[in-house]
């Protein structure tokens, strides 16, 4: 497939027989059709499929002419361990800035759910990774990581993030990355019907998420 690529921003797993992609620059998740999508599946294992099916894949928006990026879906399957947020034993220091870190929290939140709703995803993506790029590694991460855990969680009991995982998680990790703590953000999505959510983890443990919740969920993109 000389001369082809996976489109830039473009994104895609595998649901058993089915291949799931996603465009950050239309911000939207799609099937091929069922045809289109075996040929697909032909063209990421062989590298060999007919030229009608590769224009056709191109006018779709998931090929690029030229220097595309390598046809590999995102298998990611890191084990999941118990959730990163403050322990009943949490720090003094901790317990003293819960309200104020709350509070930040809260307008976190909000900024990011404004993000969302007026800018594109893929910008809005670029963002966080930037933010991440260039933090200051934290003296204690584990500490740094349980004060923003805990006021996340507490944001949580007085207006809950249920239906806006999204925003909530472009937030959580930009509060992270201001703290000092590397983080990513997995977008992940199922299929009968379909459902997309959205989660952040800190090493191999999720961070003010459920494991149970994000289980039925395949990763299809990890900032």
Request: overall charge positive.
């Amino acid at each position: 497939m000389s001369g082809h690529g996976l489109r830039r921003g473009v994104s895609f797993c595998a649901i058993g027989e089915r291949y799931i992609f996603l465009d950050l620059e239309a911000d939207r998740y799609f099937c091929l059709p069922q045809p289109l999508d075996r040929q697909f599946h032909r063209l990421a294992e062989t590298g060999e499929v007919e030229t009608p099916v590769r224009q056709a894949l191109q006018r779709i928006g998931v090929l690029s002419m030229g220097h595309g990026y390598p046809l590999t879906a995102c298998t990611r399957r890191t084990p999941i361990t118990a959730s990163a947020q403050a322990q009943d034993g949490a720090s003094a220091s901790v317990s003293r800035l819960a309200p104020l870190g709350t509070a930040r929290a809260l307008a976190n939140r909000s900024l990011w759910n404004r993000r969302v709703r007026t800018r594109a995803l893929a910008a809005n993506i670029a963002d966080v990774i930037s933010r991440r790029e260039n933090l200051q590694p934290a003296h204690d991460a584990a500490a740094a990581l349980q004060g923003v855990a805990s006021a996340y969680r507490h944001a949580g009991l007085i207006r809950s993030p249920r239906g806006r995982c999204l925003p909530t998680s472009m937030a959580l990790m930009t509060d992270l990355a201001k703290a000092g703590v590397c983080a990513r953000m997995v977008m992940g999505v199922q299929l009968g019907p379909f459902s997309a959510h959205c989660w952040v983890e800190v090493g191999s443990g999720l961070v003010c998420e459920d494991a149970g919740t994000v289980a039925p969920y395949v990763p299809i993109l990890v900032v």
